[in-house]
């Protein structure tokens, strides 16, 4: 097939923003595309706010890359589908809605809790003068409600006393202009569930984020220890795959990640990304369509633990959407 690799490289005005250091994503576009090569397609990157070629040069699919939208703004990583399902053209991943859906955090907490699925109390603050809930109980993490990739979210993001609240609610306002989710911080394991495909979807294994930090920073998977090499906490958080967990924890992370995948619309892979606290109750924190598939990122490194190399994961994915597009002409 012809494959079009939408991919966006950031501008260096848009790098100078500090939640864009260390995220240049080339790497990821050339593994992908010796991958999709490697698998007898024809490959050509594009960047999507070129039009002309996305409309002329007639693909066959999109493998959409474009986790950070348009212009280097995340909040419109969801108007990229949006714009392939307009010019007709098939693409691998979640579409719109879903997107959309995942990227309002709060939103999303919201469906989940319907549902049944555990998540963390929360609250959002629109303005920042809004009382605090008082069944919230310290420590809380804040961060933006319609951000990904740990946008936002740093080590001074874990509160633990009232008086610091505030300051941190109206920073936030401040820098990223969005509602800004508040919720408790639970101290405890984490962990990740991947899934490929749709009818029938794969659970990878799971993996769990090893915390080995300075006392002074908080256990959680700030900005820094995702994109940051050179920062401590980047390799004081690597992944354990497959993680050491009882039986009946992961038979509950399994369903409650499948529940999860399907209610929120994710299409051919995704993540969910768990808490468990010291009860060993397992907690949602996000529902990831799209995530990261670096050959360094998590997913692949639970492919491997699958058996799965990093082209057939690659092929798997774009698989997936090619079986949706044959079962869409059928219906």
């Not at 996305?54 to 969801?78: M, Q, R, V, W």
């Not at 009232?162 to 609610?169: A, Q, T, V």
């Not at 256990?219 to 967990?245: F, M, R």
Request: with cysteine; hydrophobic share 35%.
């Amino acid at each position: 097939m012809k494959v079009a690799l939408l991919f966006r490289k950031a501008t260096t005005d848009e790098f100078k923003v500090d939640d864009l250091i260390g995220r240049s994503g080339l790497e990821m576009v050339r593994a992908v595309s010796n991958s999709l090569k490697e698998l007898g397609h024809v490959v050509e990157v594009i960047n999507p706010e070129d039009l002309k070629k996305l409309l002329n040069n007639h693909f066959d699919i999109a493998f959409n890359l474009c986790d950070d939208g348009f212009f280097g703004k995340s909040y419109l990583e969801p108007h990229v589908p949006a714009l392939l399902d307009i010019l007709g053209i098939p693409h691998t991943g979640s579409d719109y809605f879903s997107l959309a859906l995942c990227l309002d955090k709060y939103k999303t907490k919201q469906i989940l809790s319907y549902h049944k699925i555990p998540t963390p109390q929360s609250q959002i603050f629109e303005t920042g003068s809004e009382k605090l809930d008082k069944n919230l109980k310290f420590p809380l993490i804040v961060k933006p409600s319609r951000e990904d990739a740990s946008i936002g979210i740093h080590n001074d993001s874990v509160i633990r006393k009232k008086n610091k609240l505030k300051s941190k609610i109206f920073e936030l306002l401040s820098k990223h202009k969005q509602p800004i989710l508040v919720e408790e911080y639970i101290d405890g394991r984490e962990l990740n569930v991947g899934i490929l495909g749709n009818e029938k979807p794969l659970v990878l294994p799971l993996s769990e984020i090893m915390f080995n930090l300075p006392a002074d920073m908080n256990k959680i998977c700030s900005y820094e220890a995702k994109w940051v090499v050179e920062h401590e906490s980047y390799d004081g958080t690597k992944p354990n795959c497959p993680a050491k967990v009882s039986k009946k924890l992961d038979k509950r992370l399994v369903e409650l990640a499948l529940k999860s995948y399907k209610l929120m619309g994710c299409r051919d892979y995704g993540r969910v990304d768990f808490r468990v606290d010291c009860f060993g109750r397992p907690f949602v924190l996000e529902v990831n369509p799209n995530p990261d598939i670096s050959q360094s990122a998590g997913l692949a490194n639970m492919a491997s633990k699958a058996g799965i190399s990093y082209t057939q994961l690659i092929g798997k994915i774009i698989n997936s959407a090619v079986e949706r597009m044959k079962s869409g002409e059928k219906r």
